[in-house]
């Protein structure tokens, strides 16, 4: 079996159930051992934040971008995504008409990506338009 694809995901706190959401809808691929999904919220109270998300950073395959206005307003959330070397999928306007806005913010070469990360971005493209 393929190891999963390594994915971060960087937001702003603000957009913290948006990241929950985002979490719940694609569990079932991660369940599945598809992808290892991490953001913040997975460093244990017992770890070094810093440290921890570095880790992320620096063995994700890809990272998404949840982008909002309290993302933008970040000067740590630009400058981590700033930084950021592997492929990077950018989720725009949230949380408003999130299906439309992902859609297009999805057109990737996709017969570059593995399948894996073709599955996530099918995921990815079926999210509601609300937070539940």
């Known amino acids: 079996m393929e190891r999963p694809l390594q994915i971060f995901c960087c937001y702003a706190r603000e957009d913290q159930p948006f990241l929950l959401m985002l979490k719940r809808h694609l569990s079932t691929i991660q369940r599945a051992g598809l992808i290892a999904l991490q953001a913040d919220i997975d460093v244990s109270p017992s770890e070094e934040w810093e440290p921890k998300i570095s880790h992320y950073l620096n063995t994700a395959q890809m990272i998404l971008l949840l ?66």
């Open 67 to 132: 982008i909002s206005a309290d993302f933008l307003n970040s000067d740590y959330c630009n400058a981590r995504s700033a930084s950021a070397s592997p492929p990077t999928i950018t989720i725009y306007g949230l949380p408003a008409s999130l299906a439309a806005v992902v859609g297009c913010s999805l057109v990737t070469a996709t017969k570059t990506l593995s399948s894996p990360a073709r599955l996530l971005l099918r995921e990815l493209s079926s999210l509601p338009n609300s937070i539940d």
